[in-house]
C-alpha cells in the first residue's frame, strides 16, 4: 500500500511551451502533497506545498506563476510549468501525505519525473 | 535554519562489507530524523527514523542513532547485499505533525558488488 505515481516518467518539450505532470496517490487519500525539484548531485528542494481544495503555499523563491499547482482531489495534484525554458530542466518529484494518520505524517514519494525543455 | 550534510559520494563496496554513511545537521528546535532510500526506477521509501535524541531507527539491517551533542545521525550496516545499491539521503523535519516538512541531504550513491 501508500503507492505514488506521477505521469509522465520522462517529458521533452520546446523553450515556451507548457508542460503538466500529474501525481496520484493509488491506494489512499492524500490531503496534502508536496513538490519537489532535484538537480543532478543536489538534494530534493521542496517548491511547494499542497493542500486539497485551497491554494498552494510556495517556498520562497519559487514563482508560482511559473509552477502552477493543482489539488483538486484527494488522490490528484497537477504541476503545470508554465512557458518552459532550459532552465526549468530538472527532475521533478511530488510525494503524498496519507490523511489523518498518527503523530508522524510520513510522506510517500513517486518516482520522478524528467523534465528537459530544449 | 535547517540544513543537513552528507558525506560525499559515491560509494562501492564489496558484498558483506560494513557500510557507514555519514549525515550530520544543523536545525533549529528538535528535529526528527531520517533515511530515505531510492532504489533504481522508483520512489524514496523511508529506511528508517529517530525523533529524539539517543533514539535508534533500524530497518532491514541498517541502523542509526540520533546523536544531539554531534548532531549526527550517521547510517550503518554490519553486512551490506548487492540489493542495498541504491540512492541514500538523510534528512530532518523540525516539526512532526500535519504541517511538518522534510529537509535534505544531497543524497549518496552506494553500489555493492558481488
Known amino acids: 500500500g501508500a503507492v505514488v505515481s506521477q505521469h509522465p516518467s520522462r517529458v521533452i518539450c520546446k523553450s515556451g511551451t507548457s508542460v503538466k505532470i500529474e501525481c496520484r496517490s493509488l491506494?489512499?487519500?492524500?490531503?496534502?502533497m508536496f513538490w519537489y525539484r532535484q538537480f543532478p548531485k543536489q538534494s530534493l528542494m521542496l517548491m511547494a506545498t499542497?493542500?486539497?481544495?485551497?491554494?498552494?503555499?510556495?517556498e520562497q523563491g519559487v514563482e508560482k506563476d511559473k509552477f502552477l499547482i493543482n489539488h483538486a482531489s484527494l488522490t490528484l495534484s497537477t504541476l503545470t510549468v508554465t512557458s518552459a525554458h532550459p532552465e526549468d530542466s530538472s527532475f521533478y518529484i511530488c510525494?503524498?501525505?496519507?490523511?489523518?494518520?498518527?503523530?508522524?505524517?510520513?510522506?510517500?514519494f513517486g518516482p520522478g519525473t524528467r523534465l528537459t525543455v530544449l | 535554519g535547517n540544513s543537513v550534510t552528507q558525506m560525499e559520494g559515491p560509494v562501492t563496496l564489496s558484498e558483506e562489507a560494513f557500510l557507514t554513511i555519514n549525515c550530520t545537521y544543523t536545525?533549529?528546535?528538535?528535529?526528527?530524523l531520517f533515511w530515505y532510500v531510492q532504489y533504481p526506477g522508483e520512489g524514496l521509501q523511508l529506511l528508517l527514523k529517530?525523533?529524539?535524541?539517543?533514539d535508534k531507527g533500524s530497518n532491514k539491517g541498517f541502523e542509526a542513532t540520533y546523536r544531539k551533542e554531534t548532531t549526527s545521525f550517521h547510517l550503518e550496516k554490519g553486512s551490506v547485499q548487492v540489493s542495498d545499491s541504491a540512492v541514500y539521503f538523510c534528512?530532518?523535519?523540525?516539526?512532526?505533525?500535519?504541517?511538518?516538512?522534510?529537509?535534505f541531504g544531497k543524497g549518496i550513491t552506494l553500489s555493492v558488488r558481488p
Open positions: 510525494s503524498a501525505r496519507r490523511s489523518g494518520t498518527g503523530i508522524y505524517y510520513e510522506q510517500f
Open positions: 491506494d489512499f487519500q492524500a490531503t496534502t
Open positions: 499542497s493542500n486539497e481544495g485551497s491554494k498552494a503555499t510556495y
Open positions: 536545525a533549529t528546535g528538535y528535529p526528527s
Open positions: 529517530a525523533t529524539k535524541a539517543d
Open positions: 534528512a530532518l523535519s523540525t516539526y512532526t505533525g500535519a504541517n511538518s516538512k522534510l529537509t
